[in-house]
């Protein structure tokens, strides 16, 4: 026993050493590669040509290059709307890698050559589902006069007789890479942007984060988001196909970036993206301030006649919501109002209409500017102007009394700024000037003499406000009204003492 005992041991060690060299002589077992079908220029940008793509395939198979199915190509490029390789990104490419447990994917274009004989040129390139890149690319043009045949037979009639020795030489390098490509396990993922809601907030307000994501392989156990406000989990939502979570803005103002955090498994493999996104604070509300243009100043008041420009006037600029005009009456009434979204214009004109477009009546108006940002703070600033679009109406009557008549001038209604000149004239029906007279206040009464037989008279009447308002009453027809004399009843003292 102790003889063959070495002899056993040398011997089992021999047959494993065989067997070892006998596996290593046989080719490791191909992993399959997908073909996308190929690109036909010739067919405009999108156009891709089955036909040749079943030419490759058959010259792949014939070359020892195992495929995965064009039916199930097909149906994954319907299923994530790729209509040809122009829509591929790394990401997908991923997918395709994880979807079928390939490490390669072949794409191709096919041009054919506008000449009287039949030509083709034909590119390929070969893409690692690892991380998207390319690793293998050719191009190749043949032409029915580069595969003459001798004595002619043979010769090549259609694209596919001319392509088949074009394929095989330059799609030969490929099928060595195939052989030796490897598939790897992916983490990998595709982020489709995490939205936050409000982005502008106030201090201590709650914010919203709704993460878009597509992961290749296993999901991460967790995710979550980071900022200054600290650490928030994130729960998946099946019904949207997205992460939700809510956390508290900082009471600081400023802007924060928003890290996205990914945990694997027990260990808590983590892998960290900076500044997916950010919101910022804010916390003082808009300086604003309103000017007023185009106005004339009465005091401590401003007033105008035609239009005024209000120019709104912000201190810190940052993104506004929203912005609204609002015109009251001096009662309260308010007669316009504006509202707008964004930020406010640089000027704005105001002709003393109200919303309906009509013109207002004269009167004391308060102009009130509000302004809100997106983070919901709000100003206003109010100013006050008198509109008098006209000058006042002046009021003419003529009383008389015997040998004597006066003309009798008096502001009808109210304004808010008086005429600051006036020029009158009163003439009969002849033209006879029977008087005339200026001044700067009213009422004011002017003596005449009536001539007789005449039962009216013609006032023509001019004047100019403070603002610029022009009065201008031409030839108005004024009636001479005689004034009845009172007489005066005198009370007895005493009765007549022998009545």
């Known amino acids: 026993m102790p003889l063959f005992q070495p002899l056993y041991k040398s011997a089992m060690i021999l047959l494993a050493v065989a067997a070892l060299l006998l596996f290593d002589s046989f ?71 994880t979807e079928f447990d390939s490490p390669l994917v072949l794409i191709g274009t096919i041009a054919e050559l506008d000449t009287p004989e039949p030509s ?8 690692d589902t690892a991380d998207g890149n390319p690793v293998w690319a050719t191009s190749a043009a043949t032409s029915a006069r580069e595969q003459v045949r001798i004595l002619g037979i043979g010769q ?15 799609l030969a390098p490929l099928a060595k890479l195939a052989h030796k490509s490897e598939l790897s396990e992916s983490r990998d993922f595709q982020l489709l942007g995490l939205q936050l809601s409000p982005g502008y907030v106030k201090g201590g307000q709650a914010v919203e984060g709704t993460l878009k994501i597509h992961f290749l ?56 993206i900076k500044a997916v996104a950010s919101y910022e604070v804010i916390n003082e509300p808009p300086g604003l ?13 401003l007033a105008f006649r035609n239009h005024i ?71 206003a600033d109010t100013r006050r102007v008198a509109l008098q679009a006209s000058a006042p109406k002046v009021l003419a009557r003529i009383t008389h009394s015997g040998s004597k008549a006066n003309l009798n001038l008096s502001v009808e209604g109210h304004y808010e700024f008086p005429l600051t000149s006036w020029q009158v004239k009163l003439q009969s029906p002849s033209g006879k000037l029977l008087v005339k007279g200026k001044g700067t206040e009213l009422p004011a009464i002017l003596e005449f003499s009536p001539p007789e037989g005449v039962s009216y008279a013609l006032v023509t009447i001019s004047g100019e406000d403070l ?6 009453i031409r030839r108005q027809k004024l009636p001479i009204i005689a004034v009845k004399k009172k007489i005066k009843v005198q009370k007895a003292k005493s009765w007549v003492p022998d009545f």
């Open 27 to 97: 080719p490791a077992p191909a992993q399959k590669l997908v073909l996308l079908p190929m690109a036909d220029l010739s067919k405009g940008e999108n156009g891709v040509n089955l036909a040749f793509t079943k030419t490759v395939e058959t010259t792949l198979k014939q070359l020892g290059v195992e495929l995965v199915s064009s039916n199930k190509v097909m149906l994954f490029m319907a299923k994530n709307k790729i209509r040809s390789y122009h829509y591929l990104d790394d990401f997908l490419v991923k997918k395709i890698g």
């Open 120 to 127: 083709i040129g034909v590119t390929f390139t070969a893409l």
């Open 156 to 170: 090549p009639e259609t694209t596919a007789d001319l392509a088949r020795p074009l394929l095989k030489k330059a």
């Open 217 to 272: 392989g296993k999901r991460p156990t967790l995710i979550a988001v980071e900022s200054a406000a600290g650490k928030s989990y994130l729960q998946y939502d099946r019904r949207t196909d997205s992460y939700q979570g809510e956390w508290f803005a900082p009471r600081k103002d400023g802007s924060y970036k928003v890290d996205l955090r990914l945990e694997w498994g027990r260990e808590r493999t983590v892998k960290l």
């Open 289 to 301: 301030s309103m000017e007023i243009k185009k106005a004339v100043k009465v005091g401590q008041r």
């Open 309 to 379: 420009l209000i120019l709104p006037r912000i201190s810190n600029i940052r993104p506004m919501a929203g912005w609204s005009l609002e015109i009251k009456k001096d009662n309260g009434d308010s007669v316009v109002y504006e509202e707008y979204e964004g930020d406010m214009p640089e000027r704005m004109v105001w002709e003393g209409r109200g919303s309906d477009g009509f013109m207002l009546a004269n009167g004391v108006y308060d102009i009130t500017l509000r302004v809100w940002d997106l983070a919901g703070n709000r100003s």
């Open 467 to 472: 603002l610029g308002n022009r009065l201008h």
